[in-house]
Every structure is written in C-alpha cells, then in structure tokens.
C-alpha cells in the first residue's frame, strides 16, 4: 500500500505535463522524432482532428512500470526497443494489440508484427567514420581495432550491447555465430578480452547525439553511432560516412502503455503512422527503414540507398538478438559496468 | 498567558502547593511545543522515515517465487537436495506454471530466477508456453521432455533458494558476494566484482573533494571575514550566485569550457602552455573541478559565519604579547574556526557521497560514484532490489562515518573551544 501510494505519486508528478492530452505519443527525441512530427503527427491531426501531445523518454522502462503499477497511465503511445517490448509485453506492461485496427500482418515485414507492438522503423548500429580526418576508409570492426594503422581516440556506447558484438565480429567471429558464442561464458570471456586490447583508446558515449560531434570536432576518428544521427549531421555539411559491414539492425516499436485513457484514439494514431506512404516520408526526414512493406515503392531511391534496409547495405549486416538480450543482458551489463570501471 | 498567571494564583484558600501548580503549567507548555511541532514531526515521518523504510524493506524483498508458487516449494521443504526432488513437486511445478502462463507471474518468477542464473528466464517461459502437459504424462517426465535443464538439481536447489519470503541477494550482491550452490556466502569473481571498489572510489573521491574545498574555501571566508563589510558583501554575492543556479546548468558550462576545443585549452594553448590540447573531460580531473565549483558555497558559508564571531582582540592580544603573526593565526585563530572547519567539511563530504549528475556528465566508466549505479538499477536495469540495496550500503556506510567522525573530530573540535 505504501509502495503503491509513492508509485502513484511519481507517475502523477511524471505525468502532470502530459495531462488533458489528446493522444499522448512519447518517443526518443532528436532527429528521429523531429521526423515523425513532420510525417505523422501533423498530418495525423491534419486528417484526424486529433490533436497529438509529443513527449520524450530515453526508454526507461521504469516511468511505465510506475504509470501502470499505480494505474495513472498517461501515455497513450510509446516509441520502445525491442527488448523492453518483450520484457514489458511479458511483465503485462503493454496492451495487446488488435490488428483489425491497424492494418493487414501481412503488409509488413515479419519481425515487425508482435503481440504488444508493432513496428514503426529499422536502425542501424554501425561504424562511423569522419573522412577529413582519414586518408585510408576502415572497412570493418577489425580495422576499428587496428590502433597501428588508424591512430586516435574511437567511441563505443557504453553498454555491453552492441560492444561485445563488435568485438566478436573484430575477433574474426562470423555474424551468423556472434550470439552462440557470447551465449558461453568462453565466449563472453574472449569478448572483453579482445575490448581490452583497445580499451585505452575508447571514449565511452551515452546519447547518440554524442559520436556524430565528437568525430566532427576530430576528438574521435571513429565511432559506433546510430545510422540515423549520421546522416543528420551529413546534412549540415559534416564529412562522416558510414561502413554498413559489420552493422547491427533493430526495430523500433509503438506499444500502448497498459490502461491507456485513449486506446481508440491510440490506434488511430498507429493505423496512421503504419501507412506506407506516412512511413516513407518518414524515412525521407531520418534514414531509417520502414516497415510497411509497400512504403519502398513510393520512395525515391536515392533516398532508399541511405537506409539501413537497402540491399546493398544488408550485406554484412545482421540482426540482433532480443531474446538473448531479454535473457543475458542484465547479467552481461553488470559485467560490462564492472570492466569498464576499471 | 492569562490561563497560567490563573493557575499559579497563589491565593491560599486553594490548597494545591506550588510545585504541583507549576508543573502542571509546564505540562500545558509542553504539551503546546509539541502541537506546534506536531505537523513537522508528520512532514518528517511521511517524506523521509516512511520512504527510507520502505526503501530498506525492498532491499530484501523477495515476493516474485515466493507468491507464486507457493506449493512447489512446499513441497521442495521436504527435499533432501540430493538427486531430483519427487514427482509431487514436478505436478505442483506444471500446474502452478500453467497457472501463471500469459500473465505478469510468469514474468515475475522468470526474472527472478535469471538474476541467481542468467538462462532460467527462458527455460521458465518456454516450459510455461509449452504446458499444460499433455493428459496422462508423468509430469517429471513432461517438463523434461520441454527442457532438459529440468534434469538438473542445481535448478531446484536454485528455485528453493529464490522462493525465501526475504532474501540477502541483493545485499550481498551491493557488496560483492553471492550465494553460491551450496548455500555459503562466497565472493564474487574478480572480473564480476565492482561494488566495492566504487565504494571506496566515492570515499576517495568525498574526501579529496572536500580536502579541495576547505584548501580553496578557507582563504576565501577570511578574507570575507575580514575586509570591511561594503567589499565582503560583494565576494558574498559572488560566492552565492552560482549557488543559485541550477548544478545542470553549472555542469553544461563546465563541458563548454574544459573540452578539448573549449576555452580552457584554447587559452593553455595559446600561451603555449601546451601544443596538444590536454583532456580535461571524462576524466576525474574534470569531476574534481566541477564538484568542488559545486561544493564550494557548503564549505565557505560555514567557515565564514564562525570566523565572524571571532573577535580580532585575540590575535592582537597574541601580537601585543609577543607572538610572531603567524603562530599567532596557528595557535590562536585557527583552532577558534574549527567548528567552522567541521561542520563545513561534514557538509560537503555527505552531499559529495551521494554526487550523481555530475561524475555522470564529465566522468567516464571509471570515475562514476555510487549514486551512477543505483539510478542504473532504477531507471535501466528496473532492478530495484538491487537499487535498494545499494542506496541501503550507502546510507548505512554515510551513518558510519558520520558516528567516527563527530566521535573522533566533530565532537573534540567543539570541546576544544569550550
């Protein structure tokens, strides 16, 4: 009772902001959501009447865990990564979805279509580089470990995710072997080893707005990064490319927080942002594919070429991993917290 | 006023002695003192001792196995640990897993689990989808048949452990053990272990912080406490301003000026100081500076109000009588600020412990304090017995050193003066 109460008041002082909210819609921020207001939310109220009330998380899942627990929901939809949508749909923190309402399964790309949310867009996790600063491109994750060949300082998240892949793919592993190796604790074990060699040379970030300024300053001279901010900062004349080889994929999803107070204006607003030609334009703002199968056709291919999705750059690419994320990630990020502490 | 000059008329025909009157006058005063303080008291209770509590309590709470499959362990009471528990236990296990299946139990005990043993996660949800078992199966025999992990003892032993009403896990694990398959308490391996280390980094790096501060600190209240009133107004002011300003801000400004392009090596590098820029940020140098810009008012404030109440006759007592200048400030002025000195650096050093936003913008991995890793386990991890239990080392190793420190030199600090 005493918990629930504490509960009840932090999601009210959370939610506060968000209150007589038409649709409440709560993604990451940035470039990408900069994008779904030019793509969805305005031409949703424009065709709706709708009103959408924008709002940013960095995918805490505790601030929807409180909101459900203490039954003050006050999002309506919520932009989430895959793992806490399987971890959230489990823990009953989502609705499940009625695809009557949305659109036909079969329209869009099968990993996008789950119990609890569907699929807005496919990011990329890749190497990034700043092409003033190089005279020779790196090519893969082992050149992002050869200090010899291109000295300087290079970025990782911080995080085990996504690092330890990459150092699996630097240590010669096959992408399509990567998650049953780290699945050993051999396997984990030769991961952090392989970190350790460069472990002097990495500058750790936490927001992805971070690596695309820290290679254009020249504090970096490569960098993961998520694909989208890449191209963001290409567009204000920055020199930073992008090596597809070795690149992580991912989706993000729309879920609706479990007790929503406007579940039909929430499908509304999904059915809306799920069409292809509202999800092409999307993908036009931030290089981020879409998931609606038919959004490809109606988009300018040079617009295509930049996205994670294009054929050329799926080559070498690969997906990871949620359940084994959902299932070894608490376990490997305390790991990581204390490797990298010291 | 007027109800207690009643009550103490002394006039005789009343037979009720004196003391007795006034004591029930003090009582009446009391008993008023305690109403005005009365909704302090309930502040107090509700916004702190309450949310400490629940806090602890949490810490070693342990509802997810024990709530939810109450007669599995039950009936694992009577195992003996040795070979596979009977099949009773097995059909206690499907039935109450089935029972569980597609609601926030089965998450509930799947993540409980996988905290003692990464890969139970999936071997409970998948033998959950996977039941009811088919009619007519042996139930040992059905959930083998879904998972061979089932075979293992180690799991039920695991099971039985997780399913304690309360539990040391997350205790243990804020300092860096764990409960091995036996049952004894054994030490984290080294490549796991953390918690302590960043406990002992925020003790050093409290202490350092607060060394700095007084360093910085003490001049600046002298000279503050000395100059006429019209210029120690103004370092006043100046002392105050940036207290005023939000620690966000302050550590967003210090990012701007320590960065490799920022004005701090753009100035080194120009006076050619330096021909590389030095890294100032994410490092510990650039925690220390922001921390003490941070921290400094706690220290100053303090030390400013007690050198304001020494009198300047001692020092020229001390001259007059022969003492150089500066034994005179040794012996005489210094011991007179130490009250100034301890409540400052007790001030500092507690709000240093529980640092946060800062270490997190202008650290890296390595210089991040306690309060880095509870607001992980809170936000990220949404692992909050471990929050608990780190917020819980924290506070009980903050009260600690509180006790050795007026014990040993808050308390003979005052002393000394008196």
Not at chain 2, 148 to 158: A, F
Not at chain 2, 172 to 197: C, F, N, S
Request: aromatic share 10%.
């Amino acid at each position: 009772m005493k918990t629930r109460l504490l509960v009840t008041l932090i999601a009210a002082i959370a939610g506060m902001s968000f209150a007589h909210a038409d649709v409440t819609v709560i993604s990451f921020g940035g470039a990408a959501q900069a994008g779904q207001k030019k793509a969805y939310y305005d031409p949703f109220s424009a065709e709706s009447g709708i009103k959408v009330i924008p709002g940013e998380y960095n995918g805490e899942m505790a601030r929807i865990t409180a909101m459900v627990q203490a039954g003050n929901v006050t999002w309506d939809v919520v932009e989430v990564e895959s793992p806490e949508l399987v971890r959230g749909c489990e823990e009953g923190l989502f609705e499940k979805l009625d695809y009557s309402k949305i659109g036909n399964k079969a329209d869009f790309v099968p990993e996008a279509v789950t119990d609890c949310g569907i699929g807005t867009f496919v990011w990329s996790t890749a190497l990034a580089y700043n092409a003033d600063t190089l005279k020779e491109a790196p090519t893969s994750w082992a050149d992002f470990w050869n200090v010899e060949k291109f000295p300087g300082k290079r970025g990782l998240r911080k995080g085990a995710k996504y690092t330890l892949e990459f150092a699996l793919l630097a240590d010669g592993v096959a992408p399509k072997d990567i998650y049953k190796v780290l699945e050993t604790p051999e396997g984990v074990a030769r991961a952090f080893a392989k970190l350790d060699q460069i472990k002097p040379h990495i500058v750790w970030w936490e927001a992805g707005a971070q690596p695309p300024q820290l290679l254009a300053s020249g504090d970096l001279v490569m960098s993961s990064v998520y694909n989208g901010r890449i191209a963001a900062a290409r567009k204000e004349g920055r020199n930073l490319e992008i090596v597809w080889n070795g690149s992580i994929y991912d989706f993000d999803y729309w879920a609706i927080p479990k007790g929503s107070p406007n579940l039909a204006d929430a499908y509304k607003y999904i059915e809306f942002a799920s069409r292809p030609a509202p999800q092409a334009q999307f993908s036009a703002e931030v290089p981020y594919g879409p998931t609606n199968n038919a959004a490809v056709g109606t988009m300018d291919p040079a617009v295509a070429a930049t996205l994670p999705t294009s054929p050329a750059n799926l080559v070498g690419a690969f997906a990871t991993d949620t359940e084994f994320w959902v299932e070894y990630g608490e376990d490997l990020e305390q790991r990581f917290n204390a490797w990298a502490s010291r | 006023m007027t109800a207690a000059s009643d009550t103490l008329d002394p006039s005789p025909a009343r037979a009720v002695p004196l003391k007795r009157q006034l004591r029930r006058a003090e009582r009446r005063k009391n008993l008023l003192f305690m109403a005005l303080i009365l909704p302090l008291a309930v502040f107090v209770l509700a916004s702190f001792v309450l949310p400490i509590g629940s806090l602890l309590q949490r810490s070693i709470a342990n509802p997810e196995v024990h709530d939810n499959l109450p007669e599995t362990l039950e009936l694992l009471d009577d195992w003996s640990g040795e070979g596979l528990p009977d099949e009773a236990a097995f059909v206690a296990l499907a039935r109450e897993l089935g029972a569980a299946r597609g609601t926030p139990a089965i998450a509930d005990i799947a993540k409980r689990l996988n905290r003692e043993q990464p890969g139970l996660r999936s071997l409970v949800m998948r033998s959950a989808r996977a039941l009811p078992l088919a009619e007519g199966t042996p139930a040992q025999d059905g959930l083998i048949g879904i998972d061979e992990r089932w075979r293992d003892p180690v799991i039920w032993e695991t099971i039985k452990r997780a399913g304690s009403p309360t539990t040391g896990f997350y205790l243990l694990g804020a300092i860096d053990r764990t409960i091995a398959d036996g049952g004894e308490i054994v030490k984290l391996p080294k490549e796991e272990a953390i918690y302590l280390d960043v406990l002992v980094r925020t003790f050093e790096m409290s202490v350092i912080v607060t060394v700095a501060c007084l360093l910085l600190g003490f001049p600046l209240a002298y000279l503050m406490a000395t100059l006429p009133v019209r210029h120690a107004n103004t370092l006043m002011i100046l002392v105050l301003l940036p207290f005023w300003t939000s620690v966000l801000v302050r550590v967003a400004a210090w990012i701007v000026i320590l960065q490799n392009e920022g004005l701090v090596n753009k100035l080194l590098m120009w006076l050619g100081a330096t021909d590389a820029p030095i890294r100032l940020l994410f490092n510990r140098t650039g925690v220390y500076i922001a921390m003490v810009h941070i921290l400094l008012p706690f220290m100053v404030l303090p030390l400013y109000s007690v050198m304001k109440g020494i009198s300047p006759v001692y020092m020229r007592a001390a001259v007059s009588l022969g003492c150089p200048p500066f034994s005179s400030f040794w012996k005489i002025y210094f011991p007179l600020t130490m009250p100034g000195i301890a409540a400052g650096s007790l001030l500092v050093f507690i709000v240093c412990m529980g640092f946060y936003i800062t270490p997190a913008l202008l650290g890296g991995p390595g210089d991040q304090m306690i309060s880095y890793f509870i607001a992980f386990y809170t936000n990220q991890a949404v692992n909050w017995g471990m929050a608990a239990a780190l917020s819980a080392v924290l506070l009980a190793a903050t009260l600690v050193l509180y006790a050795l420190y007026t014990r040993y030199l808050g308390g003979n600090a005052v002393n000394k003066i008196r």
